[in-house]
């Protein structure tokens, strides 16, 4: 079976030492992702990333530079590439009508200085987005995460 691979956009989206997640659910025990999601055919990773975002959050945002890139291998039925870009947020969309994520349940502003600490998947981002916020050196690439990998929380 051949699997396809699949782009997804996210957004780093970082104010007064917190970055904006998304909080999931699945009725036991919540997590955060980062708002986001899959690239459309003809459409560029900035359009996706500000597409996604107003449709899981209703705001408006300005992208900035890559930030990171992790795959997800195995444990979905298709081979995952999420391009993290920082983003600025510029305001919120009026009437905007929400698409939520399966299991969304609202969103979060996660403390950068625990971040490692705290259920934010995946999880080889924890670090990476704290160094990166911290000016310390960082890698772009932080290669291939799957379920079951153990927690990344150094």
């Known amino acids: ?30 997590w955060y992702i980062m708002p986001g999601g899959g690239q459309d055919t003809e459409e560029l990773l900035p359009d996706a990333v500000c597409r996604e975002v107003a449709e899981e959050l209703g705001l408006k945002i300005a992208v900035k530079d890559l930030a990171f890139v992790i795959e997800g291998l195995h444990g979905e039925k298709f081979h995952r590439v999420d391009l993290v870009f920082l983003c600025e947020c510029i305001g919120e969309i009026e009437d905007a009508v929400l698409q939520t994520d399966t299991n969304q349940v609202g969103y979060a502003w996660l403390d950068l200085d625990r971040l490692n600490t705290l259920p934010l998947y995946p999880s080889k981002l924890r670090r990476a987005i704290m160094n990166l916020s911290e000016g310390k050196p960082y890698n ?4 291939n995460e799957e379920i079951g990998d153990p927690e990344i929380t150094d």
Not at 18 to 28: C, F, Q
Not at 140 to 143: A, E, H, T
């Open 1 to 30: 079976m051949e699997r396809k691979i699949r782009n997804a956009a996210k957004a780093l989206i970082i104010h007064k030492g917190k970055m904006l997640a998304i909080k999931i659910s699945d009725g036991k025990e919540a």
């Open 140 to 143: 772009i690439y932080l290669g």
